[in-house]
């Protein structure tokens, strides 16, 4: 009998094989771009074979190493094609001009009761409520440097559990904060970032 | 002969050299990698793993992520280098206080427990295997530099 | 085990991953080092094109924001680099090669020229394909032996597959493109010598390191 193991791998390096054929044939640039995605899907799926918690905490920065790849990418092709003017209007959604804005505090206070990663994205979501029901000026420098900050935070956690590990609950503490303002402000910019004046 | 060699490096060069082959180039590399990977099939799976998803209890209010052990206590983790982490298994153990309640009172909390502090995830990225998490997200730092640099100057 | 690195000269612990530093990868650290090092000091140059069959000639404008910026990058690409030289531990070792992919890019993304841009997209989109091989290559390993650390594989414990140390390989190639320098050659047009060498020395650096990884595994 052919083990599990070996099973997924034949599905996981068929797949692999198959998106590296899509790329080989693709000549086009953003559908290039488009088609890694094929490719990182199945990077994920070598990992997660592996089935213990050790995958489940590697699939995280598998994960994110593709998407901020994505994001530098995207943006680099934007600059070389030229592609300056900022799209016109936003979403045109009648029910969220009316939507009460409370709906959005409810969402960063239970975020942040939550804390951690999804408390983040719960958060965020939040956020990214506030900014459609309402219009914003664009204050990115705030929340990039709410971000930056919150890095330096969680980096400090890390070198806590390092050199201090009887601290190590003022390190998780710390971690699940930093995260949480982290996680917050980057899904904050999802679609809201339309090249508008900094204000 | 030599006049042939000379010809066909040239070719090569020249194909290489230019980079819009060069995806098609790598692409073609993986997919004879890949039939390599399905050729040396199968492989076999070592039962020793680190950090192995043991005694599930479908039950508990945590499942799939209950590992057992006291809150500020120690639980058995096996790392690679127990040495260097004294207070390894602390961070599985700890829920705070809401993630207690609903533990206690749900069946869900497993569902989300990877998210909130404590838990055997974070014990990984955060304490055991930290330096991975401190260049992960040192990734997304440059990555994010680069975006935004282009942004902010295309914006002047 | 072939020990081509050579003994152990310090071990640095951070939890569950080694840094170690043998002759053979001091060697490497420190050549990276001193690499980083010289980008902070030197000033990079001004291009002058010339125009062809006659006197003419023009400086090409450099802002010195760009420039900045660049700098900022092939420091961190320095960093990577040396953090990829002592890691003992197969997963790390292919976050810190994806970190150099990412910055090699980064250090010419900043330029205003067209052609070096197309470049330095389609290596962007190797670089970041290159990540299945390296994380594959990651997770096969730690699949099939059950353990990601350097010093415990060499101890062999169980044999590493070749297929895994092939992916291992293929990903470092995809992520640095050393030694097919060919291909890169476009993204070296780009102003700012010392920033542009980062780039060729990172990668042939993490392709050095990766022939002693898949050696000594």
């Known amino acids: 009998m052919i083990p599990d193991y070996s099973i997924g791998l034949l599905v996981a390096f068929a797949a692999a094989g198959t998106a590296f054929f899509a790329l080989m044939r693709e000549t086009d640039g953003l559908h290039r771009l488009l088609l890694t995605d094929l490719v990182e899907v199945v990077t994920l799926a070598f990992i997660a074979l592996v089935g213990t918690d050790l995958a489940e905490a590697l699939i995280l920065p598998g994960l994110v190493v593709g998407v901020s790849e994505l994001i530098a990418l995207s943006e680099i092709y934007r600059v070389k094609e030229g592609y300056v003017r900022p799209p016109a209007a936003g979403l045109q959604i009648e029910v969220m001009e009316s939507a009460p804005g409370i709906l959005a505090a409810i969402l960063v206070v239970y975020g942040i009761i939550l804390s951690g990663f999804s408390g983040g994205a719960v958060a965020g979501l939040g956020v990214i409520f506030y900014f459609l029901s309402r219009s914003h000026n664009e204050r990115f420098e705030l929340i990039e440097t709410a971000s930056g900050y919150s890095w330096v935070l969680w980096i400090v956690a890390f070198f806590v559990f390092m050199l201090l590990p009887q601290h190590w609950f003022f390190a998780v503490m710390l971690a699940g904060a930093a995260i949480l303002v982290k996680v917050m402000a980057k899904m904050s910019l999802i679609g809201t970032m339309r090249g508008g004046p900094n204000a | 002969m030599e006049g042939c060699i000379v010809l066909i490096i040239t070719r090569i060069s020249r194909f290489v050299s230019n980079f819009q082959n060069l995806v098609a180039l790598f692409a073609g590399a993986c997919i004879i990698i890949s039939l390599a990977g399905i050729l040396s099939l199968p492989l076999g799976f070592e039962e020793q793993q680190l950090y192995p998803k043991t005694d599930l209890d479908p039950a508990s209010g945590l499942y799939p992520y209950d590992r057992g052990g006291v809150p500020f206590g120690t639980t058995e983790v096996v790392a690679q280098y127990p040495e260097n982490s004294p207070y390894a298994g602390y961070v599985t153990a700890y829920l705070t206080p809401l993630s207690q309640y609903l533990a206690d009172h749900t069946h869900y909390l497993g569902t989300t427990i990877v998210a909130h502090p404590g838990g055997i995830v974070d014990e990984i990225l955060y304490n055991t295997r930290g330096l991975d998490t401190v260049v992960e997200t040192s990734i997304l730092f440059a990555a994010f530099a680069i975006a935004s640099y282009l942004f902010r100057r295309e914006a002047e | ?217």
Do not use: W
């Not at chain 3, 062809?52 to 680099?81: H, N, P, Q």
């Not at chain 3, 470092?172 to 993204?187: L, Q, R």
């Open chain 3, 1 to 217: 085990m072939p020990e081509i690195g050579g003994s152990d000269l310090f071990v640095l612990e951070f939890g569950d991953i080694l840094h170690y530093y043998t002759p053979y990868t001091t060697t490497l650290f420190v050549l990276a080092l001193i690499f980083t090092a010289l980008a902070i000091l030197s000033r990079p140059e001004g291009q002058v094109d010339i125009a062809f069959g006659g006197d003419a000639y023009y400086a090409k404008e450099t802002a010195v924001s760009e420039m900045r910026f660049r700098r900022f990058m092939t420091i961190a690409c320095g960093l990577a680099t040396m953090g990829a030289m002592g890691s003992g531990d197969i997963f790390n070792f292919t976050l810190f090669a994806s970190l150099v992919g990412i910055t090699n890019v980064g250090i010419v993304a900043a330029v205003k020229s067209r052609h070096v841009l197309d470049a330095a997209y389609e290596y962007g989109i190797v670089a970041m394909v290159a990540t299945l091989p390296l994380f594959g290559g990651a997770a096969l390993i730690l699949a099939t032996t059950g353990t990601l650390s350097i010093p415990a594989l060499a101890a062999g414990a169980s044999a590493v597959p070749l297929i895994g140390k092939a992916l291992l390989a293929l990903g470092v190639i995809g992520e640095g493109m050393a030694p097919f320098y060919a291909a890169k050659a476009e993204m070296f047009r780009a102003p700012g010598a010392p920033y542009v060498i980062m780039c060729s020395l990172s990668s042939l650096l993490i392709f050095l390191r990766v022939v002693e990884i898949a050696i000594t595994i």
